[in-house]
């Protein structure tokens, strides 16, 4: 006689055998202000897209939903010129690919979806729909997320000293850390701006993003007029990594790997003076690929911190999650949402109207 036990099946079993019902897809544009900076770029808007999925599966006893954000990080800055560097997928080539994958997602078994994510070649896309596959996990849903984050703060000419104490004193109290991005003023101004941010707390500790913009003169000369036991590292402070490792050759200051990563071909290996991975799954790929990254990574003594796409709302909390569950000690560097003038998902968990429209709808029925 068997027991209760060995005819149940797992809450996960449940979930990977259940029946994909129906797919969405939106696409939203939001409005940003101030501008964010995409390397020394600006971008004034963030367009991507939103896929959810309904399960149906007769052991569930009802249908399950989830969202995901899926927003390459492309597309033209506030001068009309293509932005460089980041994803190389256009928004309107990820569109195609999934008015052509997700139809056939329909009365499939969850599980279907996480393979195509194996073999889609647009990162984006590979990311969004490996996310989705892990979104229905109890290992995701119940996830504990840190609620700490690493705050951004770059040079804005018109900020006063009064409103860049303020903005500093309301940190939380847990706060130890904080990004800065550079490469994007005068070193003159820069070096006076980060001056003033430890005057107002001298005990924080500065995450550095050049975005690859000094050269290796510039890049020494900006730090050695900076104090050094301040600086965690500095991300990609140069070009090449050839340059950057003279950075760290000739101060000592650790250097960590962002865009470097976005390179399809990327495989990790460690030198010296290299402190942490940035890791923006949305330019890097499906999950899988991230998991295996950072264990590689962590062998070496390497940080992962995760960090945002400029995603919305929606990608943006999913992010923290994942976060907390792959770099469970780090506090990911998230805090990219000031600047959006509408979120993308409201506070019922259902789309914002304003900021999105339906693209395709797939279904059994």
């Given at each position: 006689?068997?027991?209760?036990d060995?005819?149940?099946?797992s809450?996960?079993?449940k979930?990977?055998?259940?029946?994909?019902?129906?797919?969405t897809?939106?696409?939203?544009?939001?409005?940003?202000?101030?501008?964010?900076?995409?390397?020394t770029?600006r971008?004034?808007q963030?367009s991507?897209l939103?896929?959810s999925a309904?399960?149906?599966?007769?052991?569930?006893?009802h249908a399950?939903?989830?969202?995901?954000e899926?927003?390459?990080?492309s597309g033209?800055d506030?001068?009309?010129?293509?932005?460089?560097?980041?994803?190389e997928?256009?928004?309107?080539?990820?569109?195609a690919l999934l008015?052509?994958?997700?139809?056939?997602?329909?009365?499939?078994?969850l599980?279907?979806?996480?393979?195509?994510a194996?073999e889609?070649?647009?990162?984006?896309?590979?990311f969004?729909?490996s996310?989705?596959?892990?979104?229905?996990?109890?290992a995701f849903q119940?996830?504990?997320?840190?609620?700490?984050?690493i705050?951004?703060?770059y040079y804005?000419?018109?900020?006063?000293?009064?409103?860049?104490?303020a903005?500093?004193?309301a940190?939380?109290?847990?706060?130890y850390a904080?990004k800065?991005?550079?490469?994007?003023?005068s070193i003159?101004?820069?070096?006076?701006?980060?001056?003033?941010i430890l005057?107002?707390?001298?005990k924080?500790?500065?995450?550095?993003?050049?975005?690859?913009?000094?050269?290796?003169?510039q890049?020494?000369?900006f730090l050695a007029?900076?104090?050094?036991?301040?600086i965690?590292?500095?991300e990609?402070?140069c070009?090449?990594?050839?340059?950057?490792?003279?950075?760290?050759?000739a101060?000592?200051?650790?250097?960590?790997?962002?865009e470097?990563l976005?390179?399809?071909?990327?495989q990790f290996?460690?030198f010296?003076?290299l402190?942490?991975?940035?890791?923006?799954?949305?330019?890097i790929g499906?999950?899988?690929?991230?998991?295996?990254?950072?264990?590689t990574?962590?062998?070496h003594g390497v940080?992962?911190?995760f960090?945002?796409?400029?995603?919305?709302?929606?990608?943006i909390?999913?992010?923290?999650t994942l976060?907390?569950q792959?770099t469970?000690?780090?506090?990911?560097?998230?805090?990219?949402?000031?600047?959006?003038?509408?979120?993308?998902?409201?506070?019922?968990?259902?789309?914002n109207?304003?900021v999105t429209?339906l693209i395709?709808?797939?279904?059994?029925?």
């Open positions: 006689m068997h027991t209760d060995n005819n149940e099946t809450s996960l079993e979930v990977e055998l259940a029946i994909i019902s129906e797919l897809l939106h696409r939203y544009q939001i409005p940003l202000s101030p501008t964010l900076p995409v390397a770029q971008i004034d963030r991507g939103v896929i309904q399960l149906n599966h007769a052991q569930l006893n399950q939903c989830e969202s995901v899926i927003s390459p990080l033209v506030t001068n009309n010129k293509p932005l460089v560097g980041f994803s997928e256009s928004l309107e080539q990820v569109i008015q052509q994958q997700l139809p056939l997602l329909i009365n499939k078994p599980t279907e979806l996480a393979n195509i194996s889609i070649k647009l990162p984006s896309a590979a969004g729909l996310l989705l596959a892990t979104k229905f996990s109890s119940y996830a504990h997320v840190d609620d700490r984050k705050s951004l703060f804005q000419p018109n900020t006063t000293n009064e409103a860049l104490a903005k500093i004193n940190l939380p109290k847990r706060t904080i800065v991005k550079v490469a994007q003023a003159e101004q820069e070096i006076q701006f980060i001056h003033q005057s107002i707390n001298p924080l500790k500065l995450r550095l993003d050049a975005n690859q913009g000094f050269s290796a003169e890049a020494i000369e007029c900076l104090p050094k036991a301040s965690e590292y500095i990609e402070p070009q090449t990594l050839k340059e950057s490792r003279m950075v760290y050759q101060l000592k200051i650790p250097f960590a790997l962002d470097t976005n390179d399809a071909d990327y290996t460690m010296d003076g402190a942490a991975l940035i890791i923006k799954p949305m330019i499906n999950i899988d690929k991230l998991a295996k990254l950072i264990e990574a962590t062998e940080r992962c911190i960090s945002s796409s400029l995603e919305a709302n929606l990608g909390n999913d992010l923290a976060a907390a792959l469970p000690d780090e506090i990911p560097g998230l805090d990219t949402l000031a600047n959006f003038s509408e979120p993308l998902m409201l506070e019922n968990n259902q789309l109207p304003q429209q395709n709808r797939y279904t059994n029925e």
